[in-house]
């Protein structure tokens, strides 16, 4: 029998087809077949207040190009997808460039709420009057998307990582680049000598105290070579 899934994440977007591919291959969709984790999407239309056209966007007032998601479909989306749910009052996210952007750290405290509904905005955004329904803005960088459905998959697929069982082996995780604070050491695989380049003779030496200690000079060597903020922002202990 399937897990009851930790967490539930709910998608409101113009175009649920997008995430066809991330959300139905590899480990996102083995968690959710495994019920480690629920996504389910929802298009904004349903919740239009124009039923006939479902029309959910308009035109700026005071001018300007482009177009603008109504508050009306983004409040009605979050009350029903909030109330389907009554025990837990779930965490809203806009993905907008405005937001705070996403760190390992982020995904970690994201992970940690039960439900989740991501408000993924597309054209201008959205009416500003619909922000008091929002408890967080979330960016992925400093550069601005056509919409929020990339960011969506983004925040998804890193927060998924830490939902026990998807990662198969859990110290991938807790190793991996950024979780402790440093780049991933250099990893190789067979064969051992590739067109006369041959892997670090620790790493075949079969000496596990040797190997750790080897990844993890190279941790911080990579990490001064290539960030060295990030050697900067954490105290070595
Ligand atoms: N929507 C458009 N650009 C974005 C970004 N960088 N992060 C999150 N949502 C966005």
Not at 77 to 96: D, E, F, M, N
Not at 134 to 156: H, R
Not at 181 to 205: E, F, I
Request: positive net charge; contains cysteine; aromatic residues 8%.
């Amino acid at each position: 029998m399937a897990a009851r899934p930790r967490l539930t994440i709910d998608i409101v977007t113009l175009f649920p087809s997008m995430f066809t591919g991330p959300f139905t291959e590899s480990l996102l969709a083995r968690a959710q077949k495994e019920g480690l984790l629920k996504i389910r999407l929802h298009s904004l239309r349903e919740w239009s207040d124009d039923p006939r056209h479902g029309k959910v966007d308009d035109r700026l007032f005071g001018g300007g190009a482009g177009m603008l998601i109504k508050a009306e479909p983004v409040v009605r989306a979050i009350q029903a997808l909030a109330g389907k749910r009554k025990r837990t009052k779930p965490w809203v996210v806009y993905l907008s460039p405005q937001g705070r952007v996403l760190t390992q750290s982020l995904a970690k405290t994201l992970v940690r709420k039960k439900h989740l509904i991501f408000i993924c905005g597309h054209y201008e955004g959205i009416d500003e009057r619909a922000m008091k329904w929002i408890d967080e803005e979330v960016s992925i960088g400093d550069y601005v998307l056509t919409g929020g459905e990339l960011p969506a998959m983004v925040v998804t697929d890193a927060m998924a990582r830490f939902v026990p069982g998807v990662v198969g082996d859990p110290d991938s995780v807790l190793n991996d680049s950024f979780s402790a604070g440093l780049l991933d050491t250099p990893h190789y695989t067979r064969p051992s000598v590739w067109r006369g380049r041959k892997v670090p003779a620790v790493l075949l030496s079969g000496n596990h105290q040797a190997i750790r200690k080897w990844r993890e000079e190279k941790a911080w060597e990579v990490t001064r070579n290539k960030k060295p903020a990030l050697v900067k922002s954490r105290k070595r202990n």
